[in-house]
């Protein structure tokens, strides 16, 4: 697999990594999730999950731009 030479690859953070970018405990992340509010995990094993960086990064952005949009 090649990498496009303008993006880095996309590193799998793991709970602890994502709990601390997001701002969110692991409940909240978790029903989120099952809501479909929040960018799905990839599954490494029976009980391992990561979530990729650009995925976490862009949910970020969203709420950021979310949160600057005027409400009338």
Same mark, same amino acid.
């Given at each position: 697999?090649?990498?496009? !030479?303008?993006?880095?690859?996309?590193?799998?953070?793991?709970?602890?990594?994502? @709990? *601390?970018?997001?701002?969110?405990?692991? /409940? #909240?992340?978790?029903?989120?999730?099952?809501?479909?509010?929040? !960018?799905?995990?990839?599954?490494?094993?029976?009980?391992?999950?990561?979530?990729? @960086? *650009?995925?976490?990064?862009?949910?970020? /952005? #969203?709420?950021?731009?979310?949160?600057?949009?005027?409400?009338?």
């Amino acid at each position: 697999m090649q990498q496009n !030479p303008t993006t880095p690859a996309d590193r799998l953070l793991r709970l602890p990594e994502v @709990e *601390s970018l997001v701002g969110l405990r692991k /409940s #909240a992340i978790y029903a989120r999730l099952k809501t479909g509010e929040f !960018p799905p995990c990839v599954k490494l094993g029976p009980r391992a999950a990561a979530w990729p @960086e *650009s995925e976490i990064q862009a949910w970020i /952005s #969203a709420r950021i731009r979310a949160s600057r949009k005027v409400h009338p």
